[in-house]
């Protein structure tokens, strides 16, 4: 996380939102199926640039919870937030104690940057219990033309601290039911959503 404290206050402008990012996050978004009044957790949220997705599809009635271990990340997704939107400093590696009964759950580009994604799944996603839906949104080596663009793409992962490799996605595979796949950008970017069972 400590990169992202430094990184911060670029991390918009320089993170490849577009032409690339954008349509991973927005893919995820629909995935969700989210509807008016909904409470949906952004795991990772980093600057909020989930936020504006999320609340178009919730509406004015529904709740956003955007966790993010960084703080700075987090002053910048407060400077960017409409209402709507709650701020909470975690590490996703614990228990997020307190939190109150989700609809939905969406992380994007995040947990392929924490070697124990493992653990984030199992201490506080699968708590949040059955019906819940979720959305992994990462990445991974792009595949045919978009291949010669794997240098790139890796460049892109080692700088925010990625492994390209992780694959976070599979456990939607392997424990969610109602599995909704897609992919952008040549593979490189992978949605899965679902519901826990
Ligand atoms: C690449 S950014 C993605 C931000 C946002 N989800 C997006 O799509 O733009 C990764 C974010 O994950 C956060 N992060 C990384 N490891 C974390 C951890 N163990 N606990 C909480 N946040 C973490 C970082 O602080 C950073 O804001």
Excluded at 4 to 25: C, D, K, M, Q
Excluded at 37 to 51: I, K, S
Excluded at 133 to 140: G, S
Aim: with cysteine; hydrophobic share 40%.
């Amino acid at each position: 996380m400590d990169r992202y404290e430094h990184f911060a206050p670029f991390y918009n402008a320089l993170s490849g939102e577009w032409p690339v990012y954008s349509a991973g996050r927005e893919a995820g978004i629909r995935a969700l199926g989210l509807r008016a009044g909904m409470t949906v957790l952004d795991l990772g949220c980093g600057t909020g640039l989930n936020f504006p997705g999320l609340l178009s599809g919730i509406g004015a009635t529904g709740r956003v919870i955007g966790v993010d271990g960084s703080p700075a990340m987090l002053a910048q997704a407060r400077r960017a937030r409409g209402t709507g939107v709650d701020l909470v400093c975690a590490d996703l590696t614990s228990p997020l104690p307190g939190l109150p009964r989700v609809d939905a759950v969406i992380t994007t580009y995040v947990l392929s940057l924490i070697p124990a994604w493992r653990m984030v799944w199992e201490s506080v996603v699968r708590p949040l219990g059955r019906r819940t839906r979720v959305c992994i949104v990462d990445m991974q080596r792009p595949k045919g033309a978009y291949g010669l663009l794997s240098p790139l793409a890796r460049a892109a992962c080692a700088l925010g601290g990625s492994d390209i490799d992780a694959h976070p996605w599979t456990v939607v595979e392997e424990e969610c039911d109602d599995v909704v796949s897609a992919s952008a950008r040549g593979g490189h970017l992978q949605i899965r959503a679902g519901t826990l069972r």
